[in-house]
């Protein structure tokens, strides 16, 4: 593989897998969300020596000429575009319908057609749902509990059809929880960081007592390389997951420690889940990534959650810390 596309390039994990592709060596074409004002999303953020490096094309996951146009003369494709967040997908399900599945579907076809040598699909943790148990593996059965994980169950399983059907060369790659810098507020990790550097005495949360598990988003970025670069992940769905968990009251609680130990937390009823909808419980399994692929975690929680302060304490202006960003 010499040129690869990124889908969803201008988003949170999306931009982070480009730099490191970039670094990698790889020719990249980043796919980025037209919009009027001609904005690149956290591409924008990006050094200009690095953004020149990188064949910027603006459109819709959702359009199929547009995707298929996008892929061609490339030799793999990292979809990551779509609609994550959990809350919004409560009350705007037929747009996930439409981007997550029906952009996944967009991007399978036109592998199919243009003969792409690689395909990763991103799909996620929550489609499992709350653990039946732990650590969650690959074989770990599917529980869409809400309208968001439905549909990247839904794209998931379209993959792996493609794969099955017309030996497309897909792998599913599932990311559990991810944060680092340019993550948005939508996600617990800066929603806690953001309030406390804004100088809020009240941390607003939901549920404390479910536990993930987390992921530095360089870790991240390097298992997408390393699932793409061993011939061995064709055809597998695969986890990556640094096998600990956390609860949301700990690591609020630690959060604090280190900004604000004067602060507290306050359970905002607006941002618990429906109870059928909450996820208890997520650890995942990464014994099939390090048995297929030369992935290993180099950061550890507090490293990533020390570099995510960081950058925060740097980049307030682009969090709207007085509102529940959904």
């Known amino acids: 593989m010499k040129k690869v596309l990124v889908t969803g390039a201008d988003g949170f994990i999306g931009s982070h897998l480009t730099e490191s592709l970039l670094e990698k060596g790889y020719e990249v074409k980043a796919f980025a969300l037209y919009n009027s004002f001609n904005t690149w999303g956290w591409l924008d953020t990006l050094p200009k020596e690095k953004l020149k490096e990188i064949e910027v094309f603006t459109g819709d996951i959702r359009d199929p000429n547009g995707v298929r146009t996008a892929m061609e003369h490339v030799d793999a494709v990292f979809?990551?575009?779509?609609?994550?967040?959990?809350?919004?997908?409560?009350?705007?399900?037929?747009?996930?319908?439409?981007?997550?599945i029906k952009g996944t579907l967009n991007v399978l076809q036109a592998a199919r057609q243009l003969e792409t040598e690689r395909v990763l699909v991103t799909s996620t943790s929550e489609v499992y749902g709350t653990a039946v148990y732990v650590p969650i593996d690959e074989k770990h059965p599917y529980q869409g509990q809400s309208p968001y994980s439905a549909t990247k169950i839904g794209a998931d399983r379209l993959a792996e059809s493609f794969y099955r059907s017309f030996n497309l060369p897909v792998s599913i790659v599932r990311p559990f929880n991810t944060f680092g810098p340019r993550q948005s507020a939508r996600a617990v990790i800066p929603t806690i960081i953001s309030q406390l550097l804004a100088g809020k005495e009240e941390i607003r949360l939901g549920s404390l007592t479910p536990t993930r598990d987390f992921n530095y988003v360089k870790d991240t970025a390097a298992g997408f390389i390393a699932i793409a670069e061993s011939d061995k992940t064709i055809g597998e769905e695969i986890n990556i997951?640094?096998?600990?968990?956390?609860?949301?009251?700990?690591?609020?609680?630690?959060?604090?420690?280190q900004i604000n130990p004067d602060a507290k937390i306050v359970c905002d009823e607006q941002r618990l889940r429906p109870e059928?909808?909450?996820?208890?419980?997520?650890?995942?399994?990464?014994?099939?990534?390090?048995?297929l692929t030369d992935w290993q975690q180099k950061y550890t929680f507090a490293d990533g959650i020390r570099e995510t302060i960081v950058w925060m304490r740097e980049?307030?202006?682009?969090?709207?810390?007085d509102i529940y960003n959904v």
């Open 79 to 100: 979809h990551l575009a779509a609609l994550i967040a959990i809350p919004f997908s409560y009350h705007s399900p037929d747009s996930y319908v439409d981007t997550n």
């Open 241 to 257: 997951a640094t096998q600990q968990e956390i609860s949301i009251g700990d690591l609020a609680n630690e959060i604090i420690s």
């Open 315 to 321: 980049n307030l202006g682009a969090y709207k810390t």
């Open 276 to 291: 059928k909808s909450e996820v208890n419980r997520l650890l995942g399994s990464n014994e099939k990534i390090r048995r």
